[in-house]
Every structure is written in structure tokens, then in C-alpha cells.
């Protein structure tokens, strides 16, 4: 036995002794990890272990539980990804199964079997679900565990780890925040029996520390110069999502992890979440233990998967959004990193095995020549289309219509967008203003309206995420999207509610609107006629997002797209009119502010955004008439934006 590991309790700390020879001690709180020591002698052991686990006991002193038990059901899915280890799954399913709480659903998906030895472990358990994906990789077998299920929370842990009974209990207890679309969990070593499993505990262990820790999108910001360490997060074999993060962020990337590159399946979705505005969270209480591989050889062979793995990861966050820090990482970090462990391990450090160094490098080559053979391979998501979509829209008495406001420095019109909200002669409107990491009066304006407006400060998010990132915290049948600088004319609410009354299979309804100037007198009238997706492809006949109500469910099956700095409004609604009925009419809904910080006045870069979405919708055309309409919308918008 390398390292001997023991378990122990707060209390028992001073009593606690060891004799001779290499010991890893956790210590706990009940249930609640606070910290491990590495002891290889018996001398001055309190101290140690109280130096180790201050930090926490300091934090939960303070604030207690991070976890918060949901207020009603949670629909929870959990996915094991297993491939020709019957025995180890057998282990997981046993302990995943045996704690208190069973409302949940769980899916084995047996991945690329040789033999049936894995189904015949899932017959054992009757309540499990058992999914055959023959095509071989580990982010394959993920999302095809994603699309199999039906929870609202997807969570994923691997057949080398050992469940405690709160487990499920705690990842319920973990998604309270509506703006945290990713949860991981501390992973802590099963055993350290060999020197292999000492080695990768020691410096590439999946224990990301003690302390509940928050990843928004200001983490993002601050690290983009070096290429974002999104690996920080957690790790795959303790993580659960909400299902919206696969429709706002995508499915997992299957060029990567075991299968094909090797690793960084889960890093690289983790990035794709902070990229668009959302956050990530890890929680020390939700923890597992995991069986490190025992050999050598296998320790060497992970090294290898890992650092290819990581180089294309970082080549496929930088093929997403051509932040330049990644190729930084990889072309001057990764380098100087190695070339300072060699150096280490030629001036006699004992902790470094010029073996493994050797294997890391090799993996990293590869991985930039698996990353250039399967470029063209880019990550396609499948749009989710659910029936209900369908299905005809109900509006009672009773039907809340939910108002997103983001703001950006617009504090000076801020108020009167909120009042022309909470003043519409529908009784049931819920403000929602979503701060964009203003340096104005923008938090104190929504202070003073206290109880009626819900507030979320975001960091630099952008328009696109600041509007999903409020429907995600709305709780209406129907939505809004009304900019800062904008708002609504008396009776908009209900007269677009009128119209859905009338054809309740529409996916929106969009009315006319006025022009005022920044003080708020009129300079004109605006009203473009129109008709669903032919209208659309040859214009933006809506002219103004905030005269449009939509329904509540296209979220998040259409989302605003995060990589679209204007013209996202344009985007997403010819994404939705072209598959499904929309309506517009004559009457006005809406005040359009002309000032000086319109995002409009730039004409050159409206004019280049128009045309790319547009663009986008060559491949979708489905008729001669559609083609036709697009042409001309491409012309029609050159005519706007050089002679308006």
C-alpha cells in the first residue's frame, strides 16, 4: 500500500495518530469534506490537519450549507458511460442505488460493446434504463445520454466511482440559482495503493479543493488573454447540467475525450457555457470517490489521452469564438511549462518523472495533428422540436406575461421602461431587468422598486445573453424583450394577447411602432406590412424587438445568439417563422428611442450583420420562392443601410 487512506471526523482530530509510513487523511464534518493532509510521519499531526482544514471550517462557520433543497420536485436524470467494465459498473450502480432518495432516473449507456457482459449487469437492476450507442467515444455516448433523458437536471459520473447515499440528495440541492447552468463536485481518491495512483492524486487528481467556488462570466473575462482554464471547473466524473445548457451551448464536442482525442469533453462544454454569460458552479459537498487506474502503464497511457486531449480542446474553443488566449496557451504556455519541468527534473526534483513529462509531450503533438485531421468534423447540434410547440397556447385571467429588460448603462430611460411594464392595463406583468455589468445608477433605479422587479447583475455579458439569461429567471406563459432605452405603449400587452387569443398556434405576434427622440417626442410612425418567414427573408418588417410576444416554451429550443453583436433579433426570429406561424398587424405596441448610442447608427457594421444572417439561411431554403426572397432581401438591405 502506497499511501493508506483514512476517513475521519472533526472531532477525532486530536485524538487522531498514525504510526510509520505514508498516510492521506480526509477530514469531515458529518458529511461535509473539509480538507486532506499528505502525513508520511507522525510528528505535530493536529496541527497539520487543523492548518489543511481552516479555510473551510471558516467558510461553512460563516455561511453554512452551500447547498439549497429545491422548493419543489427536481426531475433528475443520472448518465453512467461505460465500456467492457461490468464488474466496476456493477460496483457504481449498487452504491448509486442504495441512498434515500430514488426519485431519479438512471441511464447506462453502453458504448461501441464488444460483448454483452454490460447489459447483462444493467439487467440485474430492473429500474435501470439501458441505451446501446454502437459508435465509439465517450462525448458520443454523453450526448446520446442527454437526448435519451427526460430530467430537467443531467447528471454524469463514471463506473470506476463510488456514490455516497446523499449524493442525489445534494445535486438536487444544487441548481437553486437559475443563472448556474453547470454543477461539479469534489472527486476524492477510492485508493492510493500503488505509486501510479499517488502520482496522478498528487498532480493531476480531479480534487479542485474544499471551498464552494462560483465560475460567471467575469471569470471568463479575466482569464481570455491566456486562453480560459475551464478545467479548473471540476470533472467529469462528478458533473450535472441543467437540460437548457445543451440548448443554449450545445452538445458535448464529439471530437473530443476518450474515444478520439482523449480528454477535455467536459472542459471544453464547461468554456462554451461561461462563453455565453452563464456560470458553473463547484460544490465540495457533492462528492464521489474514484478508482484511479493502478499501473504505470495505464497512468502513462492517460497522461498521453489527457495532454492530446487538452490541445484540442484548446484549438476547438479557439475554432468557437477566436479568442486568441488559447493559441497563446498553446504556443507559449505549453512550452515554457515543459521546458521549467525539465528543468526541475534535471536539477533532482524526486517529484518529477521525466517519463511522464516525455508522454505529455507526445500527447500534445498529437494532439494538434488530431485536431487538423478532424477539423471539418465541427460539433452540429440537432434542434430540439418538442410537440408542445404544436400545441395551441391557453391564456386565462390569470396568465403572467413576463418583461425582460436588459440595461447597459441606460439608467437615465431606464425607469420609464420599467413603469410602461408595471403600468400595462394587463394586471399580471413580471419585470425582470437584467444589469449588464452597468457603472451607472442602473442597480440603484431597481432597488427603488424593490418586491416588483426582479434584478440580476451579469458581468459584460452582451444583449443576446443578457436577454436568455432572463428568460431563464422568467416565470410567464409569454415574454417580452423590451430594451432599456425603450418601452411599451399603453394597452401593448393585451392587445398582443388579443391576437394570440385569436390564433392561439402562433409562436409570436409583432405590431407596429413610434420613433421618439431622446426626450421622448415623436418623429414618426412606424408600420412595415408583412407575413411570416417569405417577409422576414426580404426584410426586417418588425423593425423593433420590443413589439414582439412571444411564447414562453421556444425557449430555449431558439435562443439569441451570443456571437451576433446586433441583428440577433433578426436572427432568432426568422429561425422561428421559418418552421413555425407567426402574426403582425397594424397597431403600435412599442417606442423606439433615437438617440446618440444607438447600436443602428453604425450603418457599416449593421449593414455586414443583416447580410450574415441572412447568409445563414442558405442552407435551409427549401424552395425556389425562398431563394428568390432571400436575394432580394440581400439587395434590399444595401438599399437600407447606403441610402437611408
Known amino acids: 500500500m502506497y ?44 496541527e497539520k490537519i487543523r ?41 457504481c450502480l449498487e452504491t448509486l442505488l442504495n441512498g434515500p432518495d430514488r426519485d431519479f432516473e438512471l441511464i447506462v449507456v453502453d458504448n461501441a460493446p464488444g460483448n454483452d457482459d454490460t447489459l447483462l449487469v444493467v439487467q440485474q437492476f430492473p ?13 458520443i455516448a454523453r450526448n446520446t445520454g442527454a437526448r435519451t433523458a427526460t430530467g430537467d437536471i443531467i447528471a454524469y459520473t463514471d463506473d470506476d466511482v463510488r456514490i455516497p447515499h446523499n449524493w442525489i440528495t445534494n445535486l438536487k440541492a444544487s441548481f437553486a440559482d437559475p443563472l448556474i447552468m453547470a454543477v461539479t463536485g469534489l472527486v476524492i481518491p477510492l485508493s492510493l495503493d500503488t505509486r501510479a495512483q499517488y502520482i496522478f492524486e498528487k498532480k493531476w487528481g480531479f480534487n479542485k479543493g474544499y471551498l464552494p467556488r462560483r465560475f460567471n462570466h467575469q471569470y471568463f473575462i479575466d482569464n481570455l488573454a491566456y486562453g480560459v482554464p475551464a478545467w479548473d471547473i471540476g470533472a467529469g466524473a462528478n458533473m450535472a447540467f441543467r437540460r437548457e445548457a445543451f440548448l443554449v451551448a450545445g452538445l458535448f464536442d464529439e471530437r473530443l475525450d476518450v474515444g478520439a482525442a482523449g480528454c477535455s469533453g467536459d472542459s471544453e462544454m464547461w468554456h462554451r457555457i461561461l462563453a455565453e454569460g452563464w456560470d458553473c458552479r463547484y460544490v465540495p459537498e457533492l462528492y464521489v ?13 492517460q497522461l498521453f489521452g489527457y495532454m492530446r486531449g487538452h490541445v484540442s480542446a484548446l484549438l476547438v474553443q479557439h475554432e468557437n469564438y477566436r479568442h486568441p488566449g488559447e493559441l497563446k496557451r498553446l504556443q507559449e504556455g505549453l512550452p515554457h511549462y515543459y521546458k521549467q519541468r525539465i528543468l526541475s527534473w534535471i536539477k533532482g526534483n524526486r517529484e518529477e518523472y521525466i517519463r511522464h513529462i516525455i508522454t505529455e509531450i507526445r500527447g500534445c503533438q498529437s494532439g494538434v495533428r488530431f485536431y487538423k485531421a478532424h477539423q471539418h468534423l465541427r460539433r452540429q447540434d440537432i434542434q430540439t422540436f418538442p410537440s408542445l410547440l404544436f400545441q395551441p397556447v391557453e391564456i386565462t385571467a390569470a396568465t403572467l406575461v413576463s418583461v425582460v429588460i ?45 418586491g416588483r422587479v426582479q434584478y440580476i447583475r451579469v458581468a459584460r455579458v452582451g444583449l443576446s445573453a443578457a436577454r436568455n439569461i432572463g428568460v431563464q429567471h422568467s416565470h410567464g406563459a409569454f415574454v417580452i424583450f423590451l430594451d ?161
Not at 23 to 42: C, F, K, N, R
Not at 289 to 298: C, I, P
Open 51 to 91: 492548518d489543511a482544514i481552516q479555510p473551510a471550517l471558516n467558510y461553512y462557520n460563516e455561511h453554512g450549507s452551500s447547498l439549497t433543497p429545491p422548493h419543489k420536485g427536481v426531475r433528475l436524470s443520472v448518465i453512467i458511460c461505460t465500456r467492457h467494465r461490468p464488474q466496476s459498473l456493477k460496483n
Open 127 to 139: 429500474q435501470v434504463r439501458y441505451v446501446r450507442e454502437d459508435r465509439q467515444g465517450l462525448d
Open 289 to 301: 470517490l474514484h478508482e484511479h487506474r493502478s499501473t504505470g502503464a495505464g497512468l502513462r497511457k
Open 3 to 46: 499511501y493508506k487512506i483514512h476517513h475521519i471526523q472533526l472531532a477525532a482530530v486530536d485524538d487522531f495518530a498514525v504510526g510509520k509510513g505514508r498516510h492521506y487523511v480526509v477530514v469531515w464534518s458529518g458529511q461535509i469534506p473539509l480538507g486532506h493532509v499528505w502525513l508520511t510521519s507522525p510528528a505535530n499531526i493536529a
Open 406 to 450: 436588459p440595461c447597459y448603462n441606460h439608467g437615465q430611460y431606464l425607469r420609464q421602461a420599467i413603469d410602461s411594464a408595471l403600468g400595462q392595463s394587463w394586471s399580471h406583468m413580471e419585470v425582470i431587468v437584467v444589469d449588464d455589468g452597468s457603472s451607472d445608477d442602473t442597480a440603484a433605479i431597481c432597488k427603488a422598486y424593490e
Open 484 to 644: 432599456a432605452d425603450d418601452y411599451l405603449l399603453p394597452g401593448a400587452t393585451e392587445i398582443n394577447l388579443f391576437y394570440f387569443r385569436h390564433y392561439p398556434h402562433l409562436a409570436f405576434v409583432s405590431g407596429a411602432h413610434i420613433r421618439v427622440d431622446s426626450s421622448g417626442d415623436l418623429l414618426s410612425e412606424e408600420y412595415q406590412s408583412g407575413s411570416g418567414y417569405l417577409s422576414l427573408l426580404q426584410g426586417n418588417f418588425i423593425g423593433m424587438e420590443g413589439c414582439i410576444l412571444y411564447r414562453r416554451d421556444l425557449f430555449f429550443h431558439f435562443h439569441f445568439d451570443t456571437q451576433l453583436n446586433a441583428c440577433e433579433d433578426y436572427d432568432i426570429n426568422l429561425k422561428i417563422a421559418r418552421v413555425l406561424p407567426t402574426f403582425h398587424h397594424k397597431d403600435k405596441i412599442a417606442a423606439y428611442r433615437i438617440h446618440g448610442r444607438n447600436m443602428s447608427a453604425n450603418r457599416q457594421m449593421m449593414l455586414t450583420l443583416a447580410q450574415e444572417v441572412l447568409s445563414r439561411q442558405i442552407p435551409v431554403l427549401s424552395n425556389e420562392a425562398e431563394r428568390c426572397a432571400l436575394q432580394a432581401g440581400l439587395q434590399n438591405w444595401v438599399t437600407y443601410y447606403e441610402t437611408a
